[in-house]
């Protein structure tokens, strides 16, 4: 490159004059006498050999471009340019070229060919720019090579070109839409595209393109979902709202059955008989379309994956997760998006305008989700005024009756700002508050009439304005306030106050009699003075007066529309000549005058106050149509909810009909295929590997090597998996074939419906737990990460294993899990179930709680008693699950009063042993807990406090309820650690109001949790607790459990044990060890002649012995 | 999307424009400036204004107003959002975002802009990357620059944009490998006139600056975790690890950055490190006024407060304020009755204090006796919220670096004074 020596040349001259400018602004022309001049100069530099004087020469003609100086007369010198080896100098040549290719068409064809080579440059980089600039100059003229340029860009090695083409899509659009077809395909190429870097760019250019053609997306539509976490910022926000859109057409309404969930509880039993399980399953399918609502697996996909993007720094992404609740969210889920957008509000002054007004609209749907943050909006002096105003607002929505008395108060401190608009605002508020809650109708009112004597006329206008509005609801009983006000007409010279105490005089003056003529009297004076709206109130008093007291105020009357009829204004000539004619019988006037009366003083409705922000939810939040209460162009509606759901087979990635036969039989019918299965996670990874190296499979990889979390790696697992699914697709129909006639089952699976789906999904995400080692050995090392992936298995992924898995899995295990219910909870709940899912509590935000492999296994196949108890007792846990956030128990578990509605003034609390392992500490016992609110209002922040326990007692509290709206009732889990002993913990229970002692007393019974054992164990360990450990007593059997399965639910009912095969069938025996300390406790009862027997049971802590032969002694005697 | 970008300096001057599709004239500003001219105050200007054919979306940063021009639908905050990113960028860039840095770099500026956005559809944000492809200017490069005839442009696609962390760029060295973390904790309040909480809030982020040689793993774990209430993190941060484990755990962007962000609501862990007694009284028919002021230290654990700053807006009958301030330095503005008083450090012994005297307007009614009073302090070395970084660890790198990490508290929208009625003044 040329160095300084170049000066020296016969260019220097120039150089040398441009030198001292540097950096100085060239529009300025301080030594330059002309632009003529000016430009000649910049010629001369460009057309130097010289990049430097190449260099500054553009750098001071971007800087013309940047202060809207025109340059466009440089423009041949310029493209001379467009090849220059200096890259510096190549962008800014390209900024220029941008600039005014439009206004030069034909000379800007003249760079055309070097952007066609720069199109196949090694450079990434270079090709990318090349596309860009090429793309970005808006000649008609070259649509063809553009075209030819994206098609070609839209299938490059680089990820990175591959965006700068989805990004021209939109930009060719825009210059020919003819081309939309071609176009069109071009996106769904770059749709199915893998990589996070595409996926927001071309959704942005669907969006642009054809956001109508939403069947482009289900089959990207999990891939989507997958990749969002990792997709830039920019990229996630345009894909969620897409993806809101989309929901919006194909899920049902979540909202949509709440009333009718109790109603499922009857189908625990159709999974009962393995055999007819599979019909069962399908008439449910279609049973569940109409009656109770299960989300969609894919819907519930999409609402996991985007909640961890409340966390985003970037306040778009949060308010698009916010909408996207907002919009799709089964009602109870709504609430977590609360907390993220108040935090919001810390952000720049712009971004709380927008996320205020966003949570204006929404307190009005969903106030009960703000309610606990109503100080954040609590007013500073410090705001701006566009911010306070909106502000109140949101404070206005909020209020109810129990926060209506702080958020009058902080309407009362707001009242003595400075800032006159501010005021105003409040005031009309305060109207508002007024209107809307009843019982402080008169406060508000008291208050508002306290502030018609205020210093401040601004703040007596408008509360007289507010006052004549709350009035109207009843005027009766305020005579008073009227007459006060009458005699502020001496004093307020806001028009608009002057007008409204006239109003309010007029159509109620025969509640003041005495005083209305007296007013009319004292405006007649005045009447040429005031301005237009108050002369018209006149007219209106004086004719009113007319009507109900002609004797005192005819005279008035005339005079007034005297007045009138010369003013200046028309419209009040036109008032006065209409009401002269009206009221004033005259032998012209015509049938009209009889009903004069009736015309003015008819009964008015009050004025309805409500809020500027009420409907607007009609707009899909976030967006600038929903700020502005008006669509903007390109503005895509929000689509009402489908009455049924669309096809949700659609957005399986594989040849459609295959795919529900495969994940039909895959569970249980084919269990060989494990072998032929598992190459094909490295064959997929070989096959698409040779693409290259920037793909999605190494940023899978390459996450999870650098430790990124599976979040990451799922993403590309899930497009992996899908493929494998579609290869070993072959292999698996010809051993479907045979399994299918072996075990007679007919092929319903086409035509599934998502519920279908789910049990098996979860079937297998629980097996694969097990498999887990396994599998990781059988892979590629490159793979390590993805015995991680599986616990964070999407539906798909898991589906794709469930057959390995069942193999290792017992007959009787799998047909146990294939009684599993039909409507199961989505993915989400499945991902992290143990595999006995009759265990299974976890709920959709319980992801703390991941409940451990219970160790309660049954090994004997015609077990059935104990099995089949615990069963269906699972299965109508299970059931009930779909309700979002309770778990039902079953009629089985024995439920206790912790706190009685009445003492509880409306909150009604009840618990029961749900002898499901407490995750969170192995030692506690699991108790759960559900509230009821049997109020009418609503119940907040319920949690647990002060707990006065024993010593070596330890409690872990459940999650605070942020709300519980009336009439509700929720579940949660706490964990109680009891130290293997009866004594109560104590706690308070405390809501946002009040707090009630309670305390948990547990019946030893529950103190244990089962343990497996065989005959020769359960002999072995008894052989060591004889003696003082051993207890035994003589019983005599009740009535109802004289056979063997009787006394096994008696005993499984009493206490948390599991049986344990036996050789005889005179006893019965059970197993267990206590939560706390893990002592063993062993159970056997003996059947004899008759209806005696004897109970034996041993264990090391004799108080537990004793107690538990006292609870089953009695259990059995019943 | 963003079509056109106007940068309007608080005299109303179009000192820049940029546009990404075809040109939008820079008459649709006018619409602005009917707007700006409506407003009372220069942060009063809406965010969004529609006109006939477009929309501008503007953000306010160091009186400089960015108006976007849009054409079509677009969610408001993701132009505002990428508005204040532009705003960082320079700021990154250039040091000040200031009229004058502006045009001095305009031509770094035309690149940034061209970087990050295309077709109005943000490209490179990342400052990381923009780092790469355009290297912020500095004395030193521009001389050299100016011999070797080489640029400021990267001539290779930044890897970042294609790898797994997008935020970080490769081959990075130091010889001194350091990590400086900075708790800053801002105590939002609004505190009745008698010294009650009415509403307080404790908003804090942790800023790094990591100069750490190669592909480094952090690992940040915290005492007490479970004050972090809501937290929003840089993208670098593994969320289900956070999830799990409450363990910060990521790869850190090279330099600056603001590594996550937290807010504690919950009452009662905000403790309130100062306290403010006043009186402040005017007799009905007279012209003079009393004004005491006294400030005082609580809850503080030892640590001083420090650059204290006490400000407030008397009311507007205040002609002139004659005080005496027991340390520091007081302003009385006539003109916009702006009461300042610079404290400097509160000595718990002896209590800073304003005293004096008011003249008011002869003739004026009674002002108001209780105006809101603003106070600024830093507390240095201590977070108010009691947040404890635990350790930091560093994996995937054999070196040892040097690790810092500094604590402060600050007073973020602190205001104080207002009396609250109690409910039965509202009853009457």
Known sequence: ?1118 | MIHSLFLVNSSGDIFLEKHWKSVVSRSVCDYFFEAQERASEPENVPPVIPTPHHYLISVLRHRIYFVAVIQSEVPPLFVIEFLHRVVDTFQDYFGLCTEAAIKDNVVVVYELLEEMLDNGFPLATESNILKELIKPPTILRTVVNTITGSTNVGEQLPTGQLSVVPWRRTGVKYTNNEAYFDVVEEIDAIIDKSGSTITAEIQGVIDACVKLTGMPDLTLSFMNPRLLDDVSFHPCVRFKRWEAERILSFIPPDGNFRLLSYHVSSQNLVAIPVYVKHNITFREGSSQGRFELTLGPKQTMGKAVESVLVSSQLPRGVLNANLNASQGTYTFDPVTKLLTWDVGKINPQKLPSLKGSMSLQAGASKPDENPTIIIQFKIQQMAISGLKVNRLDMYGEKYKPFKGIKYMTKAGKFQTGMQRPHVSCVKA
């Open chain 1, 1 to 1118: 490159m040329s160095s300084g020596s170049g000066f020296g040349d016969e260019k220097g001259g120039s150089s040398s004059v441009g030198e001292p400018e540097y950096g100085h602004d060239p529009a300025s022309g301080g030594i330059f006498s002309s632009d003529y001049k000016r430009h000649d100069d910049l010629k001369e530099m460009l057309d130097s050999n010289k990049d430097s004087l190449k260099l500054e020469a553009m750098k001071r003609i971007v800087a013309m471009i940047a202060r809207g100086k025109n340059a466009s007369d440089l423009f041949p010198a310029v493209v001379k340019n467009v090849a220059c080896k200096n890259i510096e100098v190549k962008k800014l040549v390209y900024v220029y070229l941008v600039r005014y290719a439009e206004e030069q068409q034909d000379l800007a064809l003249l760079s055309i060919s070097t952007f066609q080579r720069g199109l196949k440059d090694p450079n990434q980089l270079i090709r990318a720019s090349a596309l860009r600039v090429l793309s970005s100059i808006r000649v008609t003229i070259i649509v063809p090579i553009m075209m030819l340029a994206i098609k070609e860009a839209a299938s490059d090695m680089s990820p990175y070109v591959r965006k700068t083409a989805a990004h021209a899509i939109p930009k060719l659009y825009s210059l020919d839409p003819e081309q939309k077809d071609q176009l069109i395909e071009v996106i769904e190429k770059l749709l199915a595209d893998k990589t996070t870097l595409v996926a927001g760019s071309v959704v942005m250019a669907f969006e642009e393109v054809c956001p109508e053609r939403i069947d482009l997306i289900h089959k990207n539509y999990r891939k989507l979902c997958n990749l969002l976490i990792d997709v830039e910022e920019w990229g996630q926000v345009v894909i969620i709202n897409m993806l809101t859109r989309y929901a919006r057409t194909q899920f049902l309404n979540p909202n949509v059955n709440e009333s009718l969930l109790e109603e499922s509880g009857e189908k625990a039993f159709y999974g009962s008989d393995d055999e007819e399980g599979k019909e069962e399953k399908a008439e449910a399918a279609a049973l569940a379309k109409r009656k109770p609502y299960v989300m969609d697996p894919d819907h519930r996909l999409l609402l996991r994956n985007t909640k961890p993007l409340l966390q985003s720094r970037n306040a778009a992404v949060v308010m698009a997760v916010a909408q996207l609740y907002f919009h799709l969210a089964p009602k109870a889920e709504v609430g977590v998006i609360a907390k993220a957008l108040v935090r919001l509000m810390r952000s720049h002054s712009e971004v709380q305008y927008v996320v205020l007004q966003n949570v204006a609209t929404m307190t009005i749907k969903r106030r009960g989700m703000f309610e606990p943050y109503l100080k954040s909006f609590y007013i500073r002096s410090t705001d701006p005024t566009q911010i306070k105003i909106l502000k109140l607002e949101v404070l206005t929505n909020l209020a109810n009756e129990t926060n209506i008395s702080t958020i009058l108060r902080e309407f009362q401190t707001y009242i003595k700002s400075m800032d006159k608009d501010f005021v105003a605002a409040t005031i009309q508020a305060i109207g508002r508050c007024a209107t809307n809650i009843g019982e402080v109708r008169d406060t508000c009112l008291n208050g508002l009439v306290q502030l018609l004597s205020n210093r401040d006329e601004l703040v007596v206008a408008e509360s007289v304005v507010v006052i004549k509005k709350l009035l109207q609801m009843q005027p009766e009983q305020h005579s008073d306030i009227i007459k006060h006000m009458a005699k502020l007409t001496d004093n307020i010279q806001v028009p608009m106050a002057r007008a409204s105490i006239l109003w309010l005089i007029g159509e109620y003056c025969e509640h003041v009699p005495k005083i209305a003529p007296d007013v009319l009297r004292k405006m007649a004076k005045t009447f040429t003075n005031e301005e237009d709206i108050v002369k018209l109130q006149i007219i209106n008093l004086a004719a009113k007066l007319y009507l109900t007291n002609s004797k005192q105020t005819k005279l008035l009357t005339q005079y007034v529309l005297n007045l009138a009829k010369y003013d200046q204004n028309y419209d009040i000539r036109d008032r006065a000549r209409f009401i002269r004619q009206l009221i004033v019988p005259t032998d012209k006037s015509g049938a009209l005058s009889k009903y004069a009366k009736k015309l003015f003083l008819a009964l008015k409705p009050a004025p309805v106050l409500e809020s500027p922000f009420k409907d607007r939810d009609h707009f899909q939040l976030g967006s600038l149509s929903h700020l502005l209460n008006a669509k903007a162009g390109g503005y895509q509606e929000l689509p009402d909810w489908p009455e049924t759901a669309p096809d949700p087979s659609v957005r399986n990635v594989e040849v459609k009909d295959s795919v529900p036969e495969w994940t039909k039989c895959s569970s249980r019918e084919k269990r060989k295929e494990k072998k032929v299965e598992k190459p094909f996670y490295s064959d997929s990874e070989e096959e698409s590997g040779p693409t290259e190296s920037a793909d999605s499979e190494s940023d899978s990889a390459s996450g999870s090597g650098s430790g990124s979390e599976s979040e990451e790696s799922g993403s590309g697992s899930e497009s992996e998996e899908s493929r494998e699914e579609s290869e070993s697709e072959q292999e698996d129909k010809e051993d479907e074939e045979d399994k299918r006639k072996k075990k007679k089952k007919t092929d319903r699976g086409k035509v599934k419906a998502p519920a279908v789906e789910s049990p098996e999904s979860e079937e297998s995400s629980g097996a694969e737990e097990k498999n887990r080692a396994q599998k990781v050995k059988g892979r590629r090392s490159g793979s390590e990460s993805e015995s991680e992936e599986e616990e964070e298995s999407e539906s798909e992924s898991s589906r794709s294993e469930s057959e390995s898995e069942s193999e290792s899995e017992s007959d009787t295990d799998a047909k146990k899990k294939k009684k599993a219910p039909v409507t199961k909870p989505p993915p989400k709940q499945a991902k992290k179930e143990s595999k006995k899912e009759k265990k299974e509590m976890s709920l959709l935000d319980l992801d703390d709680f991941e409940p451990t492999p219970s160790p309660q296994v049954t090994p004997v196949n015609n077990f059935l008693s104990s099995s089949l108890v615990t069963d269906l007792e699972g299965l109508s846990l299970t059931d009930t699950v779909m309700a979002p956030t309770t778990i039902a128990p079953s009629g089985s578990v024995k439920t206790y009063e912790l706190l009685h509605r009445i003492t509880g003034e409306g909150l009604g609390v009840e618990y029961c042993f749900s002898r499901q392992p407490f995750s969170p500490d192995a030692h506690m016992v699991a108790v759960q807990i559900m509230f009821t609110n049997n109020t009418n209002a609503e119940t907040k922040n319920l949690h647990v406090e002060d707990p006065k326990l024993q010593s070596g007692m330890r409690i872990k509290e459940f999650p605070e309820i942020e709300l519980l709206p009336p009439g509700e009732m929720v579940t949660v889990v706490m964990g109680i650690d009891f130290c293997d002993s009866t004594q109560a913990a104590n706690f308070q229970l405390c809501t946002h109001i009040r707090k009630f002692f309670v305390s948990i007393q547990p019946p030893v019974g529950e103190l244990m949790m089962p343990v497996f054992m065989t005959e020769n164990e359960f002999k072995k360990e008894q052989g060591q607790l004889m003696g003082m450990n051993e207890i035994s007593e003589k019983l005599t059997l009740g009535e109802k459990c004289q056979n063997e399965h009787g006394i096994v639910q008696r005993v499984t009912s009493a206490a948390n044990v599991s049986r344990v095969p036996c050789g005889s069938d005179k006893e019965c025996r059970f197993a267990g060890k206590t939560v706390s300390s893990g002592i063993l406790v062993l159970v056997t009862v003996a059947t004899k002649e008759e209806r005696a027997a004897q109970l034996t049971v041993n264990c090391e802590k004799m108080v537990i012995g004793t107690m538990l032969v006292k609870d089953i002694l009695q259990a059995l005697t019943q």
